[in-house]
């Protein structure tokens, strides 16, 4: 079946520190891959998408890219912020009824 | 735009007890609606899938007479978790899709569960 491997947490930067989690998945079929973020005490939230190879999803100054070879999706910032500070959820969708597979999220701090 | 709420937040009841959680698109109709369950340190486990008017769809392994889910309206959908047992406490989270070009889903704050 569909999976999503993510690296382990938690992860603490300080601001404008670098940036990269990593993503990989198994999928049956062709899917399309998307990174949720869910702040504190708040509902996950979409922060950016790819749907086919080579596709670079970006948003607020984060990027990821669709990479068929090697399965992956790793998201990326230049320069975190301390507002960065959340849970990062790598996820996959093969199906018509948007139905989501995720990774286990992983925690990340931000310190100014 | 593209809201959704669960209600309560948080609910603590005994073992043996029902308890029902509410699940709503404040802003949109919801065409469909997805029940997750998150285990602490854990992924996002989707339980059931459900459309308006029309019965769920139960993910494998998930118990449709324990967990009952119903979606009466295009802005409400409610799970209820029957004969609850410490073993259901858990994070339960729903989003929605809808229509008009929503189709990635909109995810609620999430329900915490603790059944003594």
């Known amino acids: 079946g569909d999976s999503v491997t993510q690296m382990e947490g938690p992860v603490t930067l300080s601001e404008e520190a670098f940036l990269t989690i990593n993503c990989t998945y198994t999928a049956t079929g062709y899917p399309s891959l998307f990174w949720y973020v869910q702040y504190p005490g708040e509902g996950l939230q979409l922060l950016l998408k790819?749907?086919?190879?080579?596709d670079k999803g970006s948003n607020k100054g984060f990027e990821a890219t669709y990479r068929k070879e090697t399965t992956s999706f790793h998201l990326e910032k230049g320069s975190v912020q301390v507002s960065d500070s959340a849970v990062y959820f790598c996820a996959l969708s093969t199906g018509a009824n948007s139905k989501l597979t995720f990774g286990k999220g992983i925690t990340l701090s931000v310190r100014p | 735009g593209a809201v959704v709420s669960q209600h309560p937040s948080w609910v603590i009841c005994k073992s043996g007890t029902s308890v029902k959680i509410e699940c709503r698109s404040l802003d949109f109709q919801a065409t469909t609606m997805f029940w997750y369950r998150q285990f602490p340190k854990q992924s996002l486990m989707l339980m059931a899938t459900s459309n308006e008017g029309s019965k769920a769809t139960y993910e494998q392994g998930v118990e449709k007479d324990k967990f009952l889910i119903n979606h009466a309206s295009l802005t409400l959908s409610t799970l209820t978790v029957t004969s609850a047992h410490p073993e259901d406490s858990s994070f339960y989270i729903c989003?929605?899709?809808?229509?008009?070009?929503?189709?990635?889903?909109?995810f609620g704050p999430g329900t915490r569960l603790t059944v003594t």
């Open positions: 989003s929605a899709t809808g229509t008009g070009g929503l189709h990635e889903q909109y």
């Open positions: 790819a749907t086919k190879a080579d």
